[in-house]
């Protein structure tokens, strides 16, 4: 039997009943990887043999009665994650030796569920690209079409997941780094509430694993079915133990409906910054539709959705800020220098990123308390809506572009090109304000390329957008096997 594609869920019974072993269930993965990754390149350091140690170890575990969430199950993790002894190099060609001594808490925590690592998956330079492709391990290719990319950063994981390796990844996002895979591979991936799951030992090297509350950034599930995904962010949810203690977890209410007709959801199809494409409109609008033929209240508009240009433009400052950070001495001050010369009243993106790459501390906190007034007009959101639904990115996946300078980079959308940083602002949506986002398939474009749709729900109210896309996926489909 081939069980390359079962969800974790279906795992999990199948171990309980002894249908299955960890140990098979390692070695078929492994099996798969060796035969199709080398056209893939998802797995870019495999840890085969710590694995299928693991896998017996969870199966003598098994024989003498234990029973915890991920017991034998098989699953990968991004690269950006430290797992002690192996390379954590986020794709930086000075860092291809660097090692770390200690776990990553996210690491610690699936193990210590009984999950079985199979190794972690490819990244971009610093993961700072909606791709996945660096010096040291190359380029990973989208499964359903190897010209086009699977998505970054987490774009490995998506891609690994698609192709049967593992039943489920552990993923980050910052700008879309788990949506935008996900929506490009046709999986499912959650991006948690903002501090929700704990980051510690998630650092570029050689930085050393210390609990850390980066701006924007959250770590989170990524699986082939929406219930994996709730699975697995039940073992990351929770704060670090070393600043909230070992033995605080926090707890998220109940989803606010279990029926899908019962849901009150805001559709947004269209932002005021970029045009949304032909496939992923449909792809919208098939959950519109379906959301409408279950009963459920569905509305387009609403005066109390905060401005999105104002969003859009205010993330991105957020962003730049936080990632002009790590650049180079010399890199920041030419953006000082090419800051300096912006016309006082040009209000262009790409003047306002740069801006906000500079930003003083005066500036940052003036833009701090900007997001605040936008948390609060989510919360208002909230109060009449459930979920909201809106896109990922404009089109589906796009053909591979590793052209260094992201700036002269333009993306195509229905024919007409645009700047490739601009789609940025549909993650963004969440991203900004903190909020939670699942990221579901709705099916294929004309170009049979998968498509998502990202359902955002209230902070800290995670279970709400996760029991919308189970309940969307019995009603439209979830996951298809690619077929190349």
Known sequence: MDWSFRTAEELVTALRAGEVTSSELTDEAIARIERDDTAINAICVPTFERAREAAREADMARARGEDRPLLGIPLTVKESYNIAGFPTTWGMPQFADFRPADDAVQVARVEAAGAVILGKTNVPFMLGDIQSYNEIYGATSNPWDLTRTPGGSSGGSAAALASGFGALSIGSDIAGSLRVPAHFCGIYSHKPSFGLASVRGHVPPPAPALPSDRDLAVVGPMA??????????????????????????LELPHARHER???????????????????AVRAGVNRVADALVAAGARVERHSPLLPDLAEAGVLYLQLLMSNLAAEFPEQAYDAMREHAAKLDPDGRGVDAERLRGAVFSH??????????????QGWREVFGAFDAVVCPITPTPAFPHDHDFDIR???????????????????????????????????????????VGVQLIGPMFEDRTPLRLAELLEQEIGGFQEPHR
């Open 224 to 249: 082939r079915s929406a219930r994996d995904l709730s699975l697995l962010l039940d073992v990351m949810a929770g704060p670090d133990p070393l600043t909230h203690g070992i033995a605080y977890r």
């Open 408 to 450: 002269t980079r333009r993306i195509d959308i229905d024919g007409s090109a645009h700047p490739f940083g601009d789609q940025l602002v549909w993650p963004g949506v969440a991203t900004m304000p903190g909020l939670p986002a699942t990221a579901i398939p709705t099916g294929l474009s004309p170009e049979g390329l998968p």
């Open 362 to 375: 005066r500036d940052w906190m003036a833009a701090d308390a900007r997001r605040t007034r936008h948390r």
């Open 260 to 278: 899908l007709g019962d849901f009150r959801v805001l559709i947004i199809e269209d932002h005021p910054l970029i045009p949304t494409g032909n």
